[in-house]
């Protein structure tokens, strides 16, 4: 990997020119790099657990074009493709609201019989 000399996504995003987020073209070239990880990650059986922009490092292309790439893999794992992925693990703060619920208060199965109830409710009412 290339050596990173303009810090992370984080870093980015801290600078009090972009108080109120990156501008358009800048998110979309985020977006690209991050996706395009992801996808080349998917391709070769990985899921890498801890996307976040600390973990997400800037450097810039010859062009002057910043690029970005993913970093820290200490959290990925490899899947088969008939593997169930049921562990949740990454940063808390990142988590995705699912994510958080079951790794903090382990009450998963306890939303799945919430959320039955709930639509056999609304199905009774309509």
């Given at each position: 990997?290339?050596?990173c000399?303009?810090g992370?996504?984080?870093?980015?995003?801290?600078?009090?020119?972009?108080?109120?987020?990156?501008?358009?073209?800048?998110?979309?070239?985020?977006?690209?790099?991050?996706?395009?990880?992801?996808?080349?990650?998917?391709?070769?059986?990985?899921?890498?657990?801890?996307?976040?922009?600390?973990?997400?490092?800037?450097?810039?292309?010859?062009?002057?074009?910043?690029?970005?790439?993913?970093?820290?893999?200490?959290?990925?794992?490899?899947?088969?493709?008939?593997?169930?992925?049921?562990?949740?693990?990454?940063?808390?703060e990142?988590?995705?609201?699912?994510?958080?619920?079951?790794?903090?208060?382990?009450?998963?199965?306890?939303?799945?019989?919430?959320?039955?109830?709930?639509?056999?409710?609304?199905?009774?009412?309509?």
């Amino acid at each position: 990997m290339e050596y990173c000399s303009s810090g992370s996504l984080l870093n980015v995003l801290e600078d009090p020119a972009n108080a109120f987020g990156l501008a358009e073209s800048e998110f979309l070239i985020v977006l690209q790099c991050v996706v395009a990880g992801m996808n080349h990650l998917r391709e070769n059986g990985v899921v890498h657990r801890d996307i976040k922009p600390g973990n997400i490092m800037r450097l810039m292309g010859e062009d002057g074009q910043s690029i970005y790439k993913l970093t820290d893999f200490g959290a990925a794992r490899e899947l088969d493709d008939d593997e169930k992925f049921v562990s949740v693990y990454g940063t808390e703060e990142y988590l995705s609201a699912v994510g958080a619920v079951h790794q903090t208060l382990r009450i998963a199965q306890a939303l799945r019989r919430c959320r039955e109830l709930l639509a056999r409710g609304l199905h009774w009412v309509m």
